[in-house]
Structure formats: C-alpha cells, structure tokens
C-alpha cells in the first residue's frame, strides 16, 4: 500500500491517490507560511483546511500523518523515513512550481490529472490549429460537451451569451444581501494560536475566518449565494460600491481551487435555479460562464504556455509596486477601499482586481513579475495557475496580446460609471491634468502617449489613440508632466 500525499489543494475525497491508499500525508510547510506577504487569512484558511480534513479522514478510519516541516520536501523525505520509504502518490500539482517539486522528489509518484473538469490532453485538443485561442469560443464548446445550460444541441433561450443585459451601473443606494459566514471552532483556535506563535510578518488583518474550509461549509456557501445572490449577481457583476465586499458574487473560487467544492455541483445548482424560475438566465448564463468557461480556460492557457509565464514583459514595464498596495495611505477613494477592503478579507471580486489593482500597476508601468507575486500571496484564492494568465496576460498586457486582443487600460471615467467611489473622492475623474486630476486618467492618457506605436496598429485601441491625436502639444506636454509627478508621487 502506497501513501497518498495531499497537496493543500487537493483536499477532495474524489482525489483519485486516495484510493488504496494505507496512510495520507499533509505537510505543513513553514516555507509556505513565512512567503513574504502572504495574508493572513489566506495562511489561515489553507491550514484549517488541511486540518479539518484531517480531522474528517480520521473520522473515516484513515491514518493520517499531518506534519509540520520546514519545507514540502523535508516533510515527504520524514515520512518516507519514518514508514520504511515506502512510495508516496500525490495528484499532479497544479502550480509548475510545486510539480517540479513532486517530480523530483525521490519515491514520489505524480499520479496524472486533475480536479478541474477539463484535462490537459482536452484543452490541447481544442487548442490545437486556432491561430486565436478565444475563451468564447471555448466556453460554447464547454456548454456542449458538459451540457450546461442546453436545451438539445442549442443554447436554453437560443442565446450564448447575455452580457448586454448584464454589467449595468449601480444605482444610487443599492444595497447588496448579507452574506453566509462560517462558525469557528477549535481547530481554528488552534490554527490562530500556532499563526500567532509564528510571528509571521503576514499582510493584512486577522479572522474572523471568512471562508469555507470543509465540504460541508462550501455547500452551505453555495446554497446561500444560489438563494440571495445569485439572481442579481449579473447585473452588478461588475458594479463596486464603498465598503461592500462580496456584493453579488459567489466567493467560492478558493473553496474549488483547494478542492472543497466540486465545479460542476456549482453548475448544476445554478441551472436548476434556472430552470425552477429562481434566477432568470442572464445571471445563471454570466456565473456558469465563470466557471466552465473563464475558470477551465485561464488553466488550460497556463498549463498550455507554462514555459513562457517567467519573465514575461511585452510592455519593458519596471517600476516599484506602489506602497499603497501593501496598505499605504492614499487619497483615491477607489484604491483605498479595495484595498483595505482586501486587507480585511483577502479578497476583491474581479473588477476590483482587473479595472482597479491591475489597471492601475498597467498604466503605471509596474514589473510584471512584481505584480504578479503581489496578486498571488495577497488573495485567498491565489494560486499560480489563477494568477499568471489574469496578470500577465490579461491586466498586465505583459504577454503582448497573445492571450487578449487588447489591454485593459481605463481612466476614472470607467470607474466613476461602475461605482459610487468618484462623488467622495478629492480628486475628479474627468480631469487629465491640475491638482484635481484623477490619477487614472492622468495616466491613461499617458499610457497611450507612451506606447501610441504599439497600441495604434490595434483594431481595438485605434480609437482610443486617434483621440489622444486630437489632443494638441500643450495638452500632451502637460499630462507628461502631471504623469510624471503622479509616478514621483507613488514611487516616495
């Protein structure tokens, strides 16, 4: 009998190395722990996970061997040790990182697969001949063979995609539902006290735990955001509103990337509220595309192009992450409370990430590589295969356009239509340059200016520069300026 090693995000009792199996092992990994900003939550949840499922394996009669060791490896060579080198089976990991580990660990076996729902060898398949590897594309072709949302061969309502009726802005006093939270217990009191003990240099602010760690808390979840959330999630999907956090989204991509909550259980329970008349098609169509369509396609582009991810920069960015990132005072109402929203939960839904975080490090010309290190320790769902593809190939730019047609750069005008942050705010965002300006769109214009060569051969930017050209000199030569003291201002 082998023993079955389980990765922190593998903890699903469908991991196939559980079968046969005579012992499972779960390395602690203080390594892991100390990874310089990692939030403290995140550090959190990934150890009451492993722990609670410790806890369940026990209760099913498994012998498990949960220990702490200074590294992934050190703890799988103590337990082949300890247990007469006996092989140790683990599913393959889904970072390049952690698979290089596996594989060159003595007395491992990577056992091949997955427990997303689309293999390797189905992704390459698809890919295999498009000049352009279009997620729509895709997702239509993920609706057919997973049979979601489909009445026959054709699309429930003869319709793919509902985007025109969603992504509207938010009304003055919209107020989004109270959200499910979890009940503490004591394996979470212990984790707290052994993260206390540690003295980590951790970002962000401690519990109350926020986020499924069990099977049971994830259906909970689930059931909670189908019921109060899930009929208006498309609409406002893309709206954000001063101090809410979950607004209308699910918040359940770390329970699924730690192996928790089964993607196609989502699906299933979203197309039934569909389907019983409990959320109309646009928001049930915009969540399953999140799923089997965005989620199965940004990792099958990271596995896919997994020998190019490192140092990527199409765009020769190199300047510092900002300060403000990791908490530092600023006055762009936006910035300041995503951020210290994602302080206080390790969490910021997708437009925060890609139209906030990501637009702002674009148009300030931040190292990709630093970025991209920031979005993975700082976010409960940030792993490798997450964050490469939505960083670099997609609010970065950093891959050149290989993964999308264009970057997504915006100025305050984008954010003052899709939130209340503007009316608060000292600075205005239809102003390019002056005190009142908006540091956005200071930037974004120049951005532009900055790299008209490259941007104006873009089918989907030409617009965009052809207005900067309508600009004359001295409006340009006074956003270089003003952008050039906003760069000063958040490099101090």
């Known amino acids: 009998m082998h023993t079955a090693w389980l990765l922190a995000e593998h903890l699903s009792h469908a991991n196939p190395v559980l079968e046969g199996a005579g012992r499972v092992l779960l390395v602690e990994s203080d390594a892991a722990l100390a990874q310089p900003g990692a939030h403290r939550q995140k550090l959190h949840m990934m150890l009451s996970a492993m722990r609670h499922f410790a806890r369940e394996?026990?209760?099913?009669?498994?012998?498990?061997?949960?220990?702490?060791?200074?590294?992934?490896?050190?703890?799988?060579?103590?337990?082949?040790?300890?247990?007469?080198?006996?092989?140790?089976?683990?599913?393959?990991?889904?970072?390049?990182?952690?698979?290089?580990?596996?594989?060159?660990?003595?007395?491992?076996?990577?056992?091949?697969?997955?427990?997303?729902?689309?293999t390797e060898v189905q992704f390459s398949a698809w890919a295999r001949g498009r000049k352009r590897l279009?997620?729509?594309?895709?997702?239509?072709?993920?609706?057919?063979?997973?049979?979601?949302?489909?009445?026959?061969?054709?699309?429930?309502?003869?319709?793919?995609?509902?985007?025109?009726?969603?992504?509207?802005?938010?009304?003055?006093?919209?107020?989004?539902?109270?959200?499910?939270?979890?009940?503490?217990?004591?394996?979470?009191?212990?984790?707290?006290?052994?993260?206390?003990?540690?003295?980590?240099?951790?970002?962000?602010?401690?519990?109350?735990?926020?986020?499924?760690?069990?099977?049971?808390?994830?259906?909970?979840?689930?059931?909670d955001f189908i019921a109060n959330r899930l009929p208006a999630f498309g609409p406002w999907q893309d709206a954000m509103l001063g101090g809410q956090r979950l607004l209308w989204h699910a918040g359940l991509a770390a329970a699924m990337n730690i192996g928790i909550l089964d993607p196609m259980t989502m699906v299933r329970a979203a197309e039934a509220a569909y389907r019983d008349g409990r959320a109309p098609i646009g928001s049930v169509e915009g969540f399953v595309r999140q799923i089997i369509g965005w989620r199965e396609y940004v990792h099958g582009i990271?596995?896919?192009?997994?020998?190019?991810?490192?140092?990527?920069?199409?765009?020769?960015?190199?300047?510092?992450?900002?300060?403000?990132?990791?908490?530092?005072?600023?006055?762009?109402?936006?910035?300041?409370?995503?951020?210290?929203?994602?302080?206080?939960?390790?969490?910021?839904?997708?437009?925060?990430?890609?139209?906030?975080?990501?637009?702002?490090?674009?148009?300030?010309?931040?190292?990709?590589?630093?970025?991209?290190?920031?979005?993975?320790?700082?976010?409960?769902?940030?792993?490798?295969?997450?964050?490469?593809?939505n960083v670099l190939g997609m609010a970065l730019f950093a891959d050149g356009g290989r993964m999308m047609t264009k970057p997504y750069a915006a100025s305050g005008a984008y954010i003052n239509r899709m939130s209340d942050h503007c009316k608060g705010c000292r600075y205005t965002p239809t102003v390019?340059?002056?005190?009142?300006?908006?540091?956005?769109?200071?930037?974004?214009?120049?951005?532009?200016?900055?790299?008209?060569?490259?941007?104006?051969?873009?089918?989907?930017?030409?617009?965009?520069?052809?207005?900067?050209?309508?600009?004359?000199?001295?409006?340009?030569?006074a956003i270089r300026d003003q952008a050039a003291q906003v760069k000063d201002a958040f490099s101090a």
């Open 57 to 118: 394996l026990r209760e099913r009669g498994v012998e498990v061997d949960l220990r702490q060791a200074a590294t992934l490896a050190a703890g799988v060579r103590a337990h082949r040790a300890a247990h007469g080198a006996l092989e140790v089976r683990v599913l393959e990991p889904t970072g390049s990182r952690a698979r290089r580990l596996a594989h060159g660990l003595p007395g491992v076996v990577v056992v091949p697969g997955s427990l997303f729902l689309t």
């Open 302 to 389: 990271y596995r896919l192009r997994e020998g190019d991810w490192d140092g990527m920069n199409a765009l020769d960015a190199d300047r510092a992450l900002p300060a403000l990132f990791w908490g530092a005072p600023t006055e762009m109402a936006c910035m300041s409370d995503a951020i210290s929203g994602l302080e206080a939960t390790g969490y910021a839904h997708h437009i925060e990430r890609l139209m906030l975080f990501g637009n702002l490090q674009l148009l300030l010309g931040v190292d990709p590589a630093e970025a991209l290190d920031w979005f993975r320790v700082t976010h409960v769902d940030g792993h490798d295969w997450v964050m490469a593809p």
């Open 432 to 477: 390019r340059h002056g005190v009142d300006a908006c540091p956005f769109t200071t930037l974004y214009w120049d951005f532009l200016d900055r790299n008209r060569g490259s941007l104006g051969t873009n089918p989907r930017m030409a617009l965009a520069v052809k207005n900067l050209d309508r600009l004359d000199s001295d409006e340009i030569a």
């Open 134 to 223: 279009i997620m729509e594309s895709f997702y239509r072709d993920q609706r057919r063979r997973l049979g979601a949302l489909m009445d026959g061969d054709e699309p429930v309502e003869g319709q793919w995609n509902f985007d025109r009726d969603n992504r509207k802005k938010p009304p003055k006093g919209l107020i989004p539902p109270t959200v499910w939270m979890p009940v503490e217990d004591g394996i979470d009191a212990e984790v707290r006290r052994d993260l206390d003990a540690a003295a980590l240099a951790a970002f962000g602010h401690d519990g109350p735990r926020r986020w499924p760690v069990t099977a049971t808390e994830a259906e909970a979840a689930l059931a």
